[in-house]
């Protein structure tokens, strides 16, 4: 059955809540990769020409406590969307109360109003009490509450069941549309995807080891390939009984991660080198190490016969997912290994090439690869998700039309 969408809905003069996917990285308070806001702007702009009062809700990061709070605050979000939209954006810096009830009651026709991050929900009073990503039914309830209909258009965070989105589409009936970005991904997706044209190779890296791992227990029915590299590498060399040093492992992952290589075989395609460092740190001395990573070095980039042999497996590629960065590309010296990949991607011209995910699009980005893919997803652990074959709560919860 097909979904509301931001078209079938009435806007003018309307208080419309629009949940967006602005997690996106901040340096030193400034917004990095704005690939996220720009891929929301379609929606949001639609929805201000047609006379409705645009209130966004996003998370940024993770807020486990207090302290967390500062820095995953959604001010520099704000400026930067103005910047986007070339007119004022309103930053209210609480998520309720009668401070964000006020700047709502304030709005004009076309006005656009951004909430603080949701997840400051998930700590009160200094506890972990995760009212917006445990979907407390109260949070959905009240933040429904503050307008007249809804607009999911946050594909990256569509693989989570929190109040933001699927607690306030729940207490909208009938009123919660999808917007023009999840639209578009899921199209994309679904047509690269559900019969993908074979070598189908996936690959997966960054640092979400726990959320990611179980994906591909799944992929390994769909894939002829799986690449692992970047953090997710390591807690397979420690079920493989290959020394870690400090490198990032998650040890309550090593038995699934042994459960998979049982499973794999030869379609799993591990890492054979890694750059390792003595600190987590631009400057710290590295080495290229192969096998066993001593005491007192972490692996923060994979090494060159690692990228040698990626590319050796990619290169008969027809379907490419790429999700999560191979190495810490956030820091120069550690940015090869993605950055060769994602050369190497751009070459692959008879393939379909996606990458999906806030840091990895980033990377592509920064690195100057972008252009060469076939599609750019915002969302990482929602792609996979998608790739699994699983229903996303938060496109579950949007209206029927
Ligand atoms: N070897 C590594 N050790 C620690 N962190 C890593 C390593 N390789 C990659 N990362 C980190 O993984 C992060 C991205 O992971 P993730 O959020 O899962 O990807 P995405 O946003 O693309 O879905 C980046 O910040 C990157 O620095
Ligand atoms: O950045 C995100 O996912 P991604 O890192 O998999 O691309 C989404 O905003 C979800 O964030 P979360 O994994 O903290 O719930
Ligand atoms: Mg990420």
Redesign the pocket.
């Known amino acids: 059955m097909a979904k509301l969408t931001v078209e079938d809905l009435p806007l003018e003069g309307k208080k419309v809540l629009m949940r967006v ?1 602005f ?1 996106v990285p901040i340096k030193d308070g400034v917004v990095g990769d704005d690939n996220r806001i720009v891929a929301a702007l379609p929606t949001i702009k639609y929805v201000i020409d047609h006379g409705g009062r645009a209130i966004l809700f996003s ?1 940024l ?2 807020v486990k406590k207090e302290e967390d709070k500062p820095g995953l605050s959604m001010r520099p979000v704000a400026e930067r969307l103005s910047n986007l939209l070339n007119k004022p954006v309103t930053f209210v810096p609480v998520t309720e109360g009668k401070q964000l009830e006020d700047a709502i009651d304030n709005m004009n026709n076309g006005d656009v109003l951004l909430v603080q991050n949701t997840r400051y929900e998930d700590v009160k009073d200094g506890e972990y009490v995760k009212r917006e990503s445990g979907n407390d039914p109260e949070l959905g309830k009240y933040w429904a509450s503050l307008g007249d209909v809804f607009v999911n258009d946050a594909f ?2 569509a693989h ?1 069941k929190h109040a933001s989105n699927v607690g306030i589409a729940t207490n909208m009936p009938g009123k919660a549309a999808a917007g023009y970005l999840m639209e578009k991904e899921i199209k994309f997706l679904g047509d690269a995807v559900d019969n993908p044209q074979r070598p189908f190779v996936a690959i997966l890296g ?1 640092a ?1 080891v726990s ?1 990611k791992i179980g994906v591909i227990d799944h992929l390994l029915d769909k894939a002829d390939k799986i690449i692992i590299g970047g953090g997710m590498a390591y807690t397979f060399y420690a079920a493989k009984g290959i020394k870690v040093g400090n490198s990032l492992v998650e040890k309550d992952k090593i038995d699934v991660a042994k459960e998979i290589l049982d499973k794999a075989g030869d379609k799993l395609v591990l890492p054979i080198d890694n750059v390792v460092a003595d600190k987590f740190n631009n400057d710290a001395d590295t080495k290229v190490v192969e096998g066993d990573i001593d005491d007192g070095w972490m692996a923060l980039d994979i090494g060159p016969k690692s990228i040698e042999e990626f590319e050796n497996v990619l290169k008969d590629a027809k379907t490419v997912v790429w ?1 999560g960065p191979m190495g810490v590309f956030e820091m120069p010296n550690f940015a090869k290994g993605t950055l060769e990949i994602g050369k190497f991607l751009g070459t692959l011209t008879d393939a379909t090439t996606i990458v ?5 699009t980033a990377a592509v980005k920064q690195l100057g690869v972008a252009d060469k893919l076939t599609h750019i997803s915002t ?4 792609s996979l998700t998608y790739l699994e074959g699983k229903t996303l709560p938060g496109i579950a919860a949007i209206s029927e039309k």
């Open positions: 996917d997690n998370h990061g993770r990256g965070t989570r960054g979400k959320d999700n999906g995910g806030g840091d990895s969302g990482g652990g929602a």
